[in-house]
């Protein structure tokens, strides 16, 4: 009787120790579990604007990754992008006064030189009107001082240039910069101009073509330094009453004056 009641005592008990069991295993797998998910979280961040503010290598990394630079394959290749920029000496509907000093260079008997004055007034930043005059002074050169001492030839019957005056037609097609000695940038207007006028001589006036060309250096909106070839053709008369067609060409240098000011820049 006592064995069976043992029995049954051992067969009660048994089904609540292994509740226990399991109850027990089940926390033991929770635990684990709540421990790896600890592990594989981000570290925290703290709020900008603190010391304490970091970012985790591994946020760095997928922030970069992240990046796409695809894009950079369709920008505009570099040749086809313009500066577009105003004339630093601008002159439309301004006017130009000039002075400067000239010679002749291709007189081989006389050498001539002289003042130039010039007045202008742009029609656009390419075209304009300008009047020149040429006050001109002549010495004998050493060839003709040798041609009279030495084998007595006289040049009195060559043509020797008082002055000349002009009205041209200029064009302005090209604008451009150069550096000073790499210290500065100096703008630059390149010109061309044609006219008629007339240059006097000892004996007439002479109905003359005139053509030049040049560059305006320019120093600040209103001035700027020029220098000018300016080639004459002419037919004159001698003393000894032979005609003749005749050339100067002139260079000049000089300093030019722009007025107004310039107020639409």
Do not use: C
């Not at 009205?167 to 150069?178: E, N, R, T």
């Not at 002479?206 to 037919?235: C, E, M, P």
């Not at 009453?241 to 722009?258: A, E, Q």
């Amino acid at each position: 009787m006592k064995m069976i009641s043992l029995a049954l005592a051992v067969l009660l008990a048994a089904p609540s120790v292994v509740l226990a069991q399991d109850s027990f295993g089940d926390n033991e797998e929770l635990n684990i579990i709540e421990v790896e998910l600890e592990r594989s979280a981000p570290p925290p961040v703290a709020p900008r604007g603190t010391s304490e503010s970091r970012v985790a290598p591994e946020e760095m990394s997928q922030e970069s990754k992240a990046i796409d630079f695809s894009g950079l394959g369709q920008l505009a290749p570099f040749a086809e992008v313009s500066v577009l920029q105003k004339r630093f000496l601008p002159k439309t509907g301004r006017f130009q006064l000039f002075g400067g000093l000239t010679m002749v260079t291709n007189d081989p008997f006389f050498n001539v030189i002289g003042g130039v004055g010039k007045a202008g007034y742009f029609f656009t930043e390419s075209i304009g009107l300008e009047l020149n005059y040429f006050a001109l002074s002549t010495s004998d050169a050493k060839a003709t001082k040798e041609l009279k001492e030495i084998q007595g030839v006289q040049t009195d019957n060559l043509v020797l240039t008082k002055s000349f005056l002009a009205l041209d037609l200029v064009f302005v097609p090209i604008y451009g910069k150069m550096t000073w000695f790499n210290e500065q940038i100096i703008p630059f207007d390149l010109y061309f101009s044609i006219g008629g006028g007339t240059t006097k001589t000892q004996s007439e006036d002479a109905g003359t073509l005139h053509l030049a060309t040049g560059q305006i250096f320019a120093l600040s909106k209103s001035t700027g330094v020029r220098w000018d070839f300016s080639w004459n053709f002419f037919n004159a008369t001698g003393v000894d009453g032979n005609k003749g067609s005749y050339n100067n060409l002139f260079v000049t240098v000089g300093w030019s004056w722009f007025f107004p000011e310039a107020r639409y820049r």
